[in-house]
């Protein structure tokens, strides 16, 4: 697993790194690093250790449709049969997450139902 | 500044002093490194006002905003990996002070070490795969109807054969990407497969049938592109678009101790 020793001794300053538009990205002007790049990384990708101040990103509602509609073309993509992102675990945990949400919200439901319809049998 | 708290970056090792210095975190303030057991977080303050849960809460609300934070975590993660082997973290790590930040070093030592160890040399690559444009197909406009049937039938039959075309090309063109995407995972030391991106923020008119990200050792980095673009040559129908390097956000990600 870990990597040849080697790459101590290429710690020697790298070009710092550039966007790269071979001549095969015809038509299109480069963009460099565009927003969606960005976002899906630093957003759902990286390192997550929990600090001091806790913001879970996927709590914030109106964030996760917006980058999800910026992000993510999914209809669109699923209509095409490319869905294969679905086995991301890092995607599909977070789907988890929300079945798992949507599960105790369910739960609570019948629950609170099931005490005020014991309550009020009108015949 | 009202109170301040400390904005985590990425974690590395071996950082030189001086690597840094022309870079600037968010909000223009200076970068410090907190280093642990080998381990260095690369810091600096933020103020809890805007940075602490509900400034946070509401400020991620607000899409430019998000941009410029997005775009200042990257930069500096970026100028990192440049220069160390580099775990960058995932946007809006908080900690309350130095302390806070070492005790994070020292709790995650040992996968943080393993992950810097897998991406230590190498760097990730972002290679998408568009379908062309919507076919103008002025010359099947331009084809004579069949004499059989009225004009209605006819358009009908157009339309259909339009559909029948235009999904064959998709088909295609999911194919064609799967293609490019064994080539280049063969081509790359590991590979990860990211959600398709909208249109309106890639520019693209065609649909993005490839997202893939590329773990690559930096001296193969050459031949890598070189077999991104034959990939290219060889499915003329696709636009296939390659970027970076990337610091590999990606690939850095922790296994659970």
Same mark, same amino acid.
């Given at each position: 697993?870990?990597?040849? *020793?080697?790459?101590?001794?290429?710690?020697?300053?790298?070009?710092? *790194?550039? %966007?790269?538009? *071979?001549?095969?990205?015809?038509?299109? %002007?480069?963009? *460099?690093?565009?927003?969606?790049?960005?976002?899906?990384?630093?957003?759902?990708?990286?390192?997550?250790?929990?600090?001091?101040?806790?913001?879970?990103?996927?709590?914030?509602?109106?964030?996760?449709?917006?980058?999800?509609?910026?992000?993510?073309?999914?209809?669109?993509?699923?209509?095409?049969?490319?869905?294969?992102?679905?086995?991301?675990?890092?995607?599909?945990?977070?789907?988890?997450?929300?079945?798992?949400?949507?599960?105790?919200?369910?739960?609570?439901?019948?629950?609170?139902?099931?005490?005020?319809?014991?309550?009020?049998?009108?015949? | 500044?009202?109170?301040?708290?400390?904005?985590?970056?990425?974690?590395?090792?071996?950082?030189?002093?001086?690597?840094?210095?022309?870079?600037?975190?968010?909000?223009?303030?200076?970068?410090?490194?907190?280093?642990?057991?080998?381990?260095?977080?690369?810091?600096?303050?933020?103020?809890?006002?805007?940075?602490?849960?509900?400034?946070?809460?509401?400020?991620?609300?607000?899409?430019?905003?998000?941009?410029?934070?997005?775009?200042?975590?990257?930069?500096?993660?970026?100028?990192?990996?440049?220069?160390?082997?580099?775990?960058?973290?995932?946007?809006?790590?908080?900690?309350?002070?130095?302390?806070?930040?070492?005790?994070?070093?020292?709790?995650?030592?040992?996968?943080?070490?393993?992950?810097?160890?897998?991406?230590?040399?190498?760097?990730?690559?972002? !290679?998408?795969?568009?379908?062309?444009?919507?076919?103008?197909?002025?010359?099947?406009?331009?084809?004579?109807?069949?004499?059989?049937?009225?004009?209605?039938?006819?358009?009908?039959?157009?339309?259909?054969?339009?559909?029948?075309?235009?999904?064959?090309?998709?088909?295609?063109?999911?194919?064609?990407?799967?293609?490019?995407?064994?080539?280049?995972?063969?081509?790359?030391?590991?590979?990860?497969?990211?959600?398709?991106?909208?249109?309106?923020?890639?520019?693209?008119?065609?649909?993005?049938?490839?997202?893939?990200?590329?773990?690559?050792?930096?001296?193969?980095?050459?031949?890598?592109?070189?077999?991104?673009?034959?990939?290219?040559?060889?499915?003329?129908?696709?636009? !296939?678009?390659?970027?970076?390097?990337?610091?590999?956000?990606?690939?850095?990600?922790?296994?659970?101790?």
């Amino acid at each position: 697993m870990t990597q040849s *020793p080697d790459a101590a001794g290429s710690s020697q300053p790298v070009a710092a *790194p550039r %966007p790269y538009n *071979p001549p095969t990205s015809r038509s299109q %002007p480069p963009q *460099p690093a565009n927003l969606a790049d960005i976002l899906e990384r630093v957003l759902d990708k990286g390192i997550i250790i929990a600090g001091d101040i806790r913001v879970n990103l996927l709590d914030i509602e109106l964030l996760t449709i917006k980058i999800r509609l910026l992000v993510a073309s999914v209809d669109k993509a699923e209509e095409m049969g490319i869905d294969w992102w679905r086995n991301d675990p890092m995607l599909s945990s977070r789907e988890e997450g929300l079945t798992e949400e949507n599960r105790r919200l369910q739960a609570r439901i019948e629950e609170l139902e099931a005490g005020s319809s014991g309550d009020s049998s009108d015949g | 500044m009202a109170e301040p708290g400390r904005y985590l970056y990425a974690v590395s090792r071996g950082l030189e002093p001086g690597a840094l210095a022309a870079t600037r975190g968010l909000d223009d303030a200076r970068l410090d490194l907190v280093e642990k057991d080998g381990l260095v977080a690369v810091v600096s303050d933020v103020d809890l006002d805007v940075y602490g849960e509900e400034g946070l809460r509401s400020h991620l609300e607000d899409l430019a905003w998000l941009e410029r934070v997005a775009r200042g975590h990257d930069e500096v993660v970026q100028a990192v990996a440049a220069s160390a082997p580099t775990a960058p973290l995932r946007l809006a790590t908080i900690c309350l002070d130095d302390d806070g930040v070492r005790s994070r070093l020292r709790e995650w030592h040992e996968p943080l070490r393993q992950a810097l160890d897998r991406v230590e040399g190498r760097r990730e690559w972002s !290679v998408k795969a568009y379908t062309g444009r919507p076919a103008d197909a002025p010359a099947q406009d331009a084809q004579a109807a069949p004499v059989t049937g009225g004009a209605g039938a006819a358009y009908l039959r157009r339309k259909r054969s339009q559909t029948d075309e235009r999904r064959a090309a998709e088909e295609q063109a999911v194919e064609a990407a799967s293609a490019v995407h064994a080539a280049l995972a063969a081509a790359s030391v590991a590979s990860r497969l990211l959600a398709a991106q909208d249109p309106r923020l890639t520019g693209h008119e065609g649909t993005m049938t490839l997202n893939g990200a590329y773990l690559v050792a930096a001296d193969d980095a050459e031949a890598f592109v070189a077999e991104a673009e034959r990939q290219a040559a060889d499915h003329p129908d696709l636009q !296939v678009e390659v970027n970076g390097p990337w610091p590999p956000y990606s690939f850095a990600t922790l296994d659970q101790p």
